[in-house]
């Protein structure tokens, strides 16, 4: 399980299948892999996709830093003394939370050894490695090993686990007294362009968006012991014994110009959207992706001035009483 794609997002946690950004389209938000050791999204290895993983998450992570100042800020909230960090990927978010709870044992959990690795090395970059430990686990059939935790941060992995409800009963059961699940699930895809770009049909990111939701559910539907939930996780929450302690969704705006890494990351997820999308794009769609990925458009992703990043993350809390 490594997380979204960014979508928007576990792995090692084989929560799932590859990254979901890779996958779904969604980002892998947060650098976090999604994915829990399936491989990852359109072959691509992860010596290769763990520094694109990393980029992303580097941007999006003014979102985590409030996310998690919110969390620690709670007048619920418990002493943090051991984290897990659920499909961590990189590890980007999991220094995050080390250098946010300076008190914390903080444990990368994921499916795939070569994001673990990274997120070793970044820990011990950042001086963070006396207090950062990696895992490689299966999830969820290696919960259990685990132990326990005052904060289990779960980013874009939830949706990658066949029986929802049953994991997240799972690793509720490993929260102390008092300890909180943060769920990052939902909030909005991000947006870079303006629905009219100039050329081909205005609309087109709406577009790459229905299809990507199409796919999103295509990969539900392939999951082991997969089952329907309603995604109204406060109730799932109250369902497996947690009370629900409040949803905040946190705004990431860079508005154009954009600086280089938030250019080169659209140009990333344009092109692998124009690598899995293949089949359902229309014509007109896939000339307009051409032109956006070609560098030397003026109009191309590389060149145009009206380039921003707008997106949103929600994070929803339940503690365990």
Same mark, same amino acid.
């Given at each position: ?56 998450? !580097? ?26 960090? +659920? ?60 132990? !326990? ?47 009219? +770009? ?12 229905? +299809? ?56 990333? !997820? ?52």
């Amino acid at each position: 399980m490594s997380q979204h794609t960014h979508g928007h997002h576990g792995h090692s946690a084989r929560a799932g299948h590859a990254a979901h950004s890779a996958h779904t389209g969604h980002s892998v938000h947060a650098g976090h892999s999604a994915h829990a050791g399936h491989g990852t999204p359109d072959g691509i290895g992860w010596d290769a996709m763990g520094p694109l993983l990393e980029q992303n998450a !580097e941007i999006s992570r003014p979102q985590y830093e409030e996310a998690a100042r919110w969390i620690a800020w709670l007048p619920t909230a418990p002493q943090v003394r051991r984290v897990l960090d +659920i499909g961590s990927g990189p590890g980007v978010v999991t220094c995050l939370l080390a250098e946010m709870f300076p008190g914390a044992e903080v444990v990368a959990v994921d499916g795939t050894p070569a994001l673990l690795e990274r997120a070793g090395e970044r820990a011990e970059r950042l001086g963070l490695g006396g207090r950062v430990r990696v895992r490689q686990a299966d999830l969820p059939d290696d919960l259990g090993e685990l132990g !326990e935790a005052d904060l289990i941060w779960m980013g874009n992995t939830l949706h990658h686990m066949g029986d929802q409800r049953a994991a997240l009963a799972g690793f509720a059961g490993l929260l102390r007294p008092g300890g909180t699940v943060a769920l990052v699930e939902g909030g909005l895809q991000p947006r870079r362009l303006p629905r009219d +770009i100039g050329f081909g049909r205005p609309g087109l990111e709406a577009r790459l968006d229905a +299809i990507n939701t199409d796919r999103f559910e295509d990969m539900r539907a392939a999951l082991p012991d997969t089952k329907r939930e309603s995604e109204d996780w406060s109730a799932l929450f109250a369902a497996v014994g947690l009370e629900p302690q409040g949803t905040r969704s946190f705004l990431l705006d860079v508005p154009a110009p954009v600086p280089e890494p938030v250019r080169d990351d659209a140009v990333i !997820e344009f092109g692998r959207w124009r690598e899995a999308f293949a089949e359902y794009l229309t014509a007109e769609d896939t000339a307009a992706l051409d032109r956006l990925l070609d560098p030397d458009d003026p109009a191309g992703l590389r060149r145009r001035p009206d380039l921003f990043l707008l997106s949103a993350r929600t994070v929803h809390l339940g503690r365990r009483a």
